[in-house]
């Protein structure tokens, strides 16, 4: 199957500071990749939908100034948890669709000290 | 997107067959059945998906009911590193693929 990969795969910041994560289609172009979002022992929560070349749609409650989605080319996007808190500590992951099946990235897990 | 509902947690004994059913009631013609799993802290793996006719691949087995009401996932011959937590998710093979999971079911497989 298709490839998706995240970087970085964990990472700890201090409250207040701003985190990044990216997401990559390894082996194929990507018009639109996904980012969820799971709390421990909870299923995945999708975020937003992340477009190449246009901004990104997210779903009610999901704060688009917190949470910004950079979709700049067919094989990468990002995003950005600004200002971040402890109740931003979650486990990331990304999607991307290929040939009608959706494949998911490793995840990243992010812990806000 | 149709809603599903799977049981929340299943046993099974290592090397027998793990069935994992999944009731999709209000799935209308044009949706597929998809499953996914996850294995602790990992992300989701896509491990098959149909529409009416019932499918086999290298991981599964996907049976779908005549009514396209239920289906059942079978894994032939579990092994430890199937234990994860299994959704079904029922959507439009192609635009949208805005994929909503449920609580899925949490397989454990036993030695």
């Known amino acids: 199957g298709a490839v998706v990969s995240q970087h970085p795969s964990r990472v700890i910041c201090k409250s207040g500071t701003s985190v990044k994560i990216e997401c990559r289609s390894l082996d194929f172009q990507a018009t639109t990749m996904f980012w969820y979002r799971q709390f421990p022992k909870q299923s995945l929560m999708l975020m937003a939908t992340s477009n190449e070349g246009s901004k990104a749609t997210y779903e009610q409650g999901v704060e688009k100034d917190k949470f910004l989605i950079n979709h700049a080319s067919l094989t990468l996007s990002t995003l950005t948890v600004t200002s971040a808190h402890p109740e931003d500590s979650s486990f990331y992951i990304c999607?991307?669709?290929?040939?009608?099946?959706?494949?998911f990235g490793p995840g990243t897990r992010l812990l806000v000290l | 997107d149709a809603k599903t509902t799977q049981p929340p947690s299943m046993d099974c004994a290592e090397g027998r067959a793990a069935n994992l059913p999944c009731n999709h009631s209000t799935i209308s013609g044009n949706e597929y059945v998809y499953w996914y799993r996850q294995i602790h802290s990992q992300g989701p793996q896509y491990i098959i998906h149909g529409l009416k006719n019932n499918e086999t691949n290298e991981m599964a087995s996907l049976i779908i009911t005549e009514d396209r009401k239920s289906s059942t996932l079978i894994l032939p011959h579990a092994t430890l590193r199937d234990t994860a937590v299994y959704y079904c998710i029922v959507r439009v093979e192609a635009g949208g693929f805005k994929t909503i999971f449920g609580a899925g079911t949490r397989l454990f497989v036993k030695a």
């Open positions: 999607s991307a669709i290929n040939q009608e099946t959706q494949y």
